[in-house]
């Protein structure tokens, strides 16, 4: 059987979030593997209550774990890397990423105990990394975070461009401008497949460059009277040194609060991608510093709890607050699902007095991905045979391929678990691999499909019930039956405490069972559960989940 | 003590849902009392599980409920009509609304078994129903729904104007038009306070007309080639009357679908405020025409679980499908919080092939609301000499409370509980009162603080563990205490069972335990959960909720 070049999205293609990509080459079935990003995805209450991260399910590749030559990781946001150290253990193949992307990997790696030599630092392009048939560059590409690189991956059924996220940014403040030569060259030898970004797909207007926002935010600093706070993603390095050069400039001292955003600098700096950023004074110095002195870069851009903006609009945050006549500058778009929590913060500081300043001008932010016409004009230049989108939920991918299709491009919608066959000049569908999502929850890594989570959920929606009954050595009831109750409410239509009414129907139910019942723990569970759920619907208007302790003496 | 005009928020000042507004005229606590008003908010995931529907606190009301001469609901949106049969019985006061407002308030109230004549409909201005101290006018303004009325409010302190929800359209589609003449007129006699809506403070742009997206939707319609399905508020009669005339002039048979749509559309033809809607067929009927020819409307434009558009999106509803070719409008805005549920109905549709079309080009949906242009050309036709905003969230009322002001009128920035002196020329804060939220449910209502609904947010977040232990008559275990787990992952770091680790830490804590405490139930208790959240944290990382279950057999 002849040898074949394979794609196979096991994250990332369905979703904007938790990216993971293989591709494979050789005889089917025995094709060397390497992985491209390993990234989460962030829960929320209404479908993951409780977890704490969410990533590909990467059963496939840990079952073929001697076939992966290498895991590439395009650039360091957390929806590329921030599964790598919950994954390397059952993958154990070297890492690359060029210099700051290893930094983070590195101390990802590092704080589950794997050794330092785990991530190899890799150069730019025209340098790259062969790992089995491949030979994989890491071509610089403007995105928003430092040394965002697309792939080039060249097989030997052809060149494959994997973009990675990335827009068209003449002027990226920090880091490469997108080079529209390079991706010429790049593009003449002939490029099999196009693997591209397709966040902003819908997004119809050219984007804009990340220099257009330092003026409008050094306006608006300039004019600020009170304390400046700014919050963005700590990784959008470029957009906290605009933010700072614009506090400079003005006067103000710059304060970095939140852990993410300290060490996102430190490791810019480190690694020498950040020069030049401003000199910065501790929460502590501040504290001496009239207010209108200066200016503080915060993590919490899209609201979360535990971050320094959230911090702020509850109170102190590191000896610092927010009083009358400040100014707080949303310089971020807010991710869609995260609305609550950023309004409820921008009315805690309206209460304070604190004047808010959003994107919704259009001023104080751009985007970090390319927009419609954008991927156009990259398509235009890299002129691949095959364009497969990836990140994006699908109806971004399906208008991501119409958009190609229009000009002429064949477009391949490939979602996660899809394995395309990319060896011939008509991609195929190879197999259906499954895929699936994995929760770290806590310590444990547990299966999207275990019912753990759709448990939670439905105690939150209906509250628990336990039901506990002893029987003693002849299976009679001991007592009575008894109820512990939480996430209910006390008393319903007869205003007796609810627990005694499920109490006495529980109670009652037991001495009208049949000895046949009171010796079967199956039955008793499904005529007390029931009872109590029917119990709580008279009295509640809902059913609860109800679990039945059956103890027996014997 | 002489006689004081008051105005006390207890619900939409400082959200955007759950009005509830009170006036007042007398002697300080004596005031004769109207409510204007009593409107719900809807829950969610994060903040509230499991929970039905969500008021105002109203036993501030319920307190002083012979003090109430009548309620008035301005419109028939549930966040100005959706709680007045759940408050009812609590305030027992007659409520005025106009035809088709009260033809829904009497299907609420007749749902929970009041009866017809609790509801008297009023005639529009320039009538006036007396109420105590008050004579109350409903003036017909534009909004979203038919019949949408601002309130003027005589009082022997002054002419109030309560804007209730509006925005300056003069083709409104169905019911009246916005009129300037007639507002220059009930300002002409001098306006104490405008009470008004800030929903749109912060949308810059002059507001649209309703009249403005018929002949966008027309195009659309006839230029798509298979079925049509579109979804709007179910109240917003005007623009199902666009959707239903567009398709009708595209050669389209209209089909209803969703509860809500049918019963809505019923309540405007039996009231006579809507004319001319085209004439519909069933679902049943629909099945034997091409899908070229028909156009569905449905309800779920906020991406409601249980709505016809999320149940189109899961597979057949009412033996209706949609299919590869087919488009579905969203001619609608998503409210913030549920932009999650519209996205993965958009995605469900991708997957089919059927096209979506959203509100982001603009053409498809205008807003019910008065934007900042708008509000300053009604505050400058009204004339009032102070302005109170309502119906936003703090920022809201806020920026409204500074336009004003920018234009020298007196702003007065009044949240929930905060009782507003309206007599003399400079309003004053009166009284502070206590306000708050009162959540439905299932048929029981519980107070947001009662701590339910936190047991329940802690149990999706944490998981369940309950211990039972059963001890004799000598205070000593019987047998071994045994766990009951419910949301959590059923192995951790040792990869034994997690029950059985659980169990084992509890039955070790058992034995080491002295006859003290063994005998007290609270130390019993605290041990236990102790342990068991401890070695839950060493085996998953995480802390479940706990309860002990201690069973005497003395």
Redo the contacts between chains.
Sequence with gaps: MSERLIYLPLGGA?EIGMNAYVYGYGKPGEERLIVVDLGVAFP???TT??VDLIFADIAWLAERRDRIDAIFITHAHEDHIGAVAHCYDRLRAPVHARVFTANIARRKLGESGYPEDSVTTASAWPEQVTAGPFRVGFVPISHSIPESSALVIDTPAGRIVHSGDFKLDHTPVVGEAFDPDLWAEIGKTGVKALVCDSTNV?SQHPGRSEASVGPEITKLVQNASGMVVATTFASNVARVKTLAEAGKRAGRSIVLLGRAMRRMIEASVETGVLTDFPSVISPEDAQSIPRENLMLLVTGSQGERRAASAQLSRGKYNGLEMKEGDLFLFSSKTI??N??GV?RI??A???MGVD?VDD?SGLYHVSGHANRPDLDAFREIVQPQILVPMHG???HL?EHVRLAEALGTTGVLAVNGMMIDLTGNAPTVAEYVESGRTYL????Q?GAL?G??R???R??????V?V?V?LDEEDEP??EP?C?L????????SNAPLVDVLEADADQYVKRAGAKTLRDDDALNEGLRGIVRQSA?DE???KP?V?V?V?R?S
């Design positions: 369905g929320d209450m209404d209550p409780g819908f869609p699902g609305e609550k309004i921008m009315n500081f309206s209460e808010v919704s939920e699908h109806r399906r929850d806590g310590t444990v547990i275990d753990v989570v448990d939670r959920i105690l939150a929606l209906n509250g628990h336990v506990t002893i001991l007592g008894w512990e939480m996430g209910l409410p006390e008393t319903g239509r619907l509640i208007g809902k989940e679990t302790v103890s003496l």
